[in-house]
C-alpha cells in the first residue's frame, strides 16, 4: 500500500478583478497496479491505451506533450476529452470503459500514468 | 485575454521504493485554438443527496465542440466512504470519494451539459468549476 498526493493549483491575476489563487490537496492509497510515467505515440486510428478489463477503479494522468496536435481521449466510443497541445488531465477512473486515444492528425506523443486504487 | 495557469504535482515517497514519484505539469487554459487566454468561468458549490443525479453547469457549453476545462471536487468531510459518480455525455467515467478531485480539459460535442454527478451512500458537498471558451446565459423563459 503505498499514498499518492496529487496537488491542482489554479491561478489568475486578471482572469477576473480578484484574484484566483487556490489549491486542493488529495491523500490516496494505491492498492494496486501501477504503470509509471510512461509515453506512447498515437495515431489517428484509435488506440486502446487502457484496457477496463485489466483495471479496477483507479487514477489517471494524461500529458499531451506535442507542441501542436490535439487528440481525442474516449471512454469507450464516447467522446469525451480532446487534449490540446501541451494539456494535462487527471481524474479518477472506474475502469468501466476502455480509456481509447486518436490524434487528430500525425503521430503525437502522449505522456500518461495510472495507479489503481 | 486572461492568464489563468493550472498547475498539477503527483508525488508518493512509498510508491515505488528507492525511487519518489514527482511528476509536474502546467498549462495555460486557452480558448478554442491555443493562443487567447480564457476569461469566462462559472464556479459554484453543492450539496448532492444520495441517488439524486444532478446535472452541473445548466444548459451548458454554447459553442460546440469548444475548448472547455472541469473541476469537480468531493469536499464531503464527515465519511470518507461517500462518493459522487460523475458521467461525461452519458457515459459513467468514474467515482469521487471524499477529498478527490478531477481536472480534466472537456469538450462539449453539442449544445447539452452532459456533465452529471450522482451523490451516493449519503449526501455529498462538492464544488466545482467550468472554465469556457463561449457562454450564453439561458434565455429568460417568457
Keep these: 500500500m503505498a499514498t499518492l498526493i496529487p496537488t491542482l493549483t489554479l491561478s489568475s491575476a486578471d482572469a477576473t478583478t480578484d484574484l484566483i489563487n487556490f489549491s486542493v490537496v488529495d491523500n490516496l492509497t494505491i492498492t494496486g497496479k501501477v504503470i509509471g510515467l510512461s509515453r506512447v505515440v498515437t495515431s489517428t486510428g484509435d488506440l486502446t491505451l487502457l484496457a477496463s478489463s485489466s483495471y479496477s477503479r483507479s487514477y489517471v494522468y494524461l500529458k499531451n506533450i506535442d507542441d501542436s496536435i490535439a487528440m481525442d481521449v474516449d471512454f469507450g466510443s464516447t467522446a469525451s476529452f480532446n487534449i490540446r497541445p501541451g494539456e494535462f488531465a487527471f481524474f479518477p477512473w472506474h475502469a468501466s470503459q476502455n480509456i481509447v486515444v486518436a490524434a487528430d492528425s500525425g503521430t503525437p506523443i502522449l505522456e500518461y500514468a495510472i495507479f489503481e486504487a | ?142
Design chain 2, 1 to 142: 485575454m486572461a492568464t489563468t495557469t493550472a498547475t498539477i504535482s503527483i508525488s508518493s515517497s512509498d510508491l515505488m521504493p528507492g525511487s519518489p514519484l514527482n511528476i509536474s505539469a502546467s498549462s495555460t487554459l486557452m480558448k478554442t485554438g491555443i493562443t487567447t487566454g480564457m476569461e469566462l468561468m462559472e464556479m459554484g458549490n453543492a450539496e448532492i443527496a444520495t441517488d439524486y443525479e444532478a446535472q452541473l453547469f445548466a444548459d451548458g457549453p454554447a459553442t460546440d465542440n469548444g475548448a472547455y476545462w472541469i473541476y469537480i471536487c468531493n469536499t464531503t468531510t464527515d465519511d470518507d466512504t461517500r462518493y459522487i459518480e460523475y458521467k461525461l455525455h452519458e457515459t459513467v467515467i468514474g467515482r469521487l470519494y471524499a477529498g478527490d478531485w478531477m481536472f480534466v480539459p472537456y469538450n462539449a460535442s453539442d449544445g447539452d451539459a452532459e456533465v452529471e454527478v450522482k451523490g451516493l451512500i449519503g449526501a455529498n458537498k462538492i464544488e466545482y468549476a467550468m472554465f469556457k471558451t463561449a457562454w450564453t446565459l439561458p434565455a429568460a423563459e417568457s
